[in-house]
């Protein structure tokens, strides 16, 4: 089997769709960071994602272990701030993430729009 009759056959299996990524939590995150790349305060993505102090810190932890962002903790009017920031290499992994959800938009658009039948089915139909 060819290197591209490998790749064609494996169309819809969307490795790039990583775990690390893919929770709804993270996602929020990594895109509130990504259009703020001078960073966040924590209180501000807390708010922006509808996500707890708690359940935020954990993602934070995450994401941060991964080096995909980078906690500064620091002092601004004699009170305790924490920033966030998207990293190079959180930016460019995000970005690649992003082009493989933005194939499983298209190839979903596309097979609605056609009336295939599924392989392997016999030609059966199937109901909607």
């Known amino acids: 089997m060819s290197d591209s009759s490998f790749k064609r056959g494996r169309r819809f299996a969307y490795i790039g769709l990583?775990?690390?990524?893919?929770?709804?939590?993270r996602l929020s995150v990594l895109s509130c960071?990504?259009?703020?790349?001078?960073?966040?305060?924590?209180?501000?993505?807390k708010d922006l994602c509808a996500l707890?102090?708690?359940?935020?810190?954990?993602?934070l932890e995450v994401l941060e272990s991964a080096?995909?962002?980078?906690?500064?903790?620091?002092?601004e009017a004699n009170r305790?701030?924490?920033?966030?920031?998207?990293?190079?290499?959180?930016?460019?992994?995000?970005?690649a993430y992003l082009a493989v959800l933005e194939q499983v938009l298209r190839d979903a658009e596309q097979a609605s729009e056609r009336d295939e039948r599924l392989p392997g089915a016999g030609g059966v139909e199937l109901a909607d």
């Open 18 to 25: 990583d775990r690390l990524f893919h929770e709804h939590a």
């Open 33 to 45: 960071l990504l259009a703020h790349r001078k960073g966040l305060p924590f209180g501000t993505i």
């Open 52 to 59: 707890t102090d708690g359940n935020l810190s954990r993602h």
């Open 67 to 75: 080096g995909l962002i980078r906690i500064i903790k620091g002092v």
């Open 80 to 95: 305790p701030l924490t920033l966030c920031r998207i990293t190079a290499v959180g930016r460019q992994r995000f970005l």
